[in-house]
């Protein structure tokens, strides 16, 4: 069982000794001047990397509207542009260099109508797909929470046309158990359909807790660490045969260690 932590957690030196694994989340790694990658930057986080025992995964830049999440680096795939394009490209590229085993994107928002909005998404999703196959480099597509109205892909079978649509062997799930348990609203009977609905294309996970309901936080995606919300982790074992990373986006170290032994307690792993 491979269990990871997101970059934001904690420093690598103090991941590498709770996890296996760590997702370089793009947007907050600071790598960024604008939308110029500071290589300087960036290979003194890779040369730290390099002393440490610890795979990896990317979190590509994404779309937000938190004011904490940095303002160049929002990324919407359903309406690219050629510097988004660009700014996608370079973290598939890191993925590469890294042999990292998965790429997470989130799937674009609704602008003109949901159709367009999601034919649009399809259709840029295609081209990165091109990228990561001539890379080598797997992509996730990760379901988004359905507390915001304005996402694409929260439902399950959305998520799974998504991924037929475009219809590359690189590009699957990121399954996010947080949002699919506000997109059930907290229901487990729900959620135990939505992970079966999309657990043959799942190659990623991203594990946290919430209440299961809309709040004025984040609309209710509180990530808080898994044992913490209403979230059954036992529903993950509908995933069968899955050798993933089960990775912890948790924003602290105390996160990280009890959410793993709720992951390990609930899915009976070593």
């Not at 907050?28 to 604008?34: A, D, Q, R, T």
């Not at 299961?212 to 059954?232: C, I, Q």
Request: aromatic share 6%; glycine share 8%.
């Amino acid at each position: 069982m491979i269990i990871g932590a997101s970059s934001f957690a904690g420093s690598l030196s103090e991941l590498s000794h709770e996890v296996r694994s760590v997702e370089l989340y793009i947007p907050k790694l600071h790598v960024y001047n604008g939308r110029r990658l500071d290589r300087g930057v960036l290979t003194t986080i890779l040369d730290e990397l390099s002393t440490l025992d610890l795979m990896t995964s990317i979190h590509a830049p994404y779309s937000a509207e938190s004011p904490t999440y940095p303002k160049d680096l929002r990324v919407d795939t359903s309406d690219m542009d050629t510097e988004d394009f660009r700014l996608m490209s370079e973290s598939i590229e890191l993925a590469a260099s890294l042999g990292s085993r998965a790429v997470v994107l989130h799937p674009g928002r609704i602008h003109d109508g949901r159709e367009a909005s999601f034919e649009n998404m399809v259709s840029n999703l295609k081209q990165l797909a091109v990228q990561a196959a001539d890379l080598g480099v797997m992509l996730g597509l990760e379901n988004k929470e359905g507390t915001d109205p304005t996402n694409l892909c929260c439902l399950a079978e959305e998520l799974v046309a998504a991924v037929e649509a475009v219809n590359s062997d690189n590009l699957k799930i990121t399954l996010d158990i947080g949002h699919a348990n506000l997109t059930c609203g907290g229901d487990p009977g729900k959620l135990r359909t939505f992970v079966r609905t999309v657990s043959s294309h799942v190659i990623h996970m991203h594990m946290h807790d919430n209440g299961g309901k809309w709040t004025s936080t984040y609309d209710g995606d509180e990530h808080l660490a898994p044992g913490r919300g209403n979230v059954d982790y036992t529903v993950l074992k509908e995933i069968h045969n899955y050798r993933g990373i089960y990775n912890l986006e948790v924003f602290s170290m105390p996160d990280v260690r009890s959410g793993k032994a709720t992951l390990m307690q609930c899915l009976g792993k070593d």
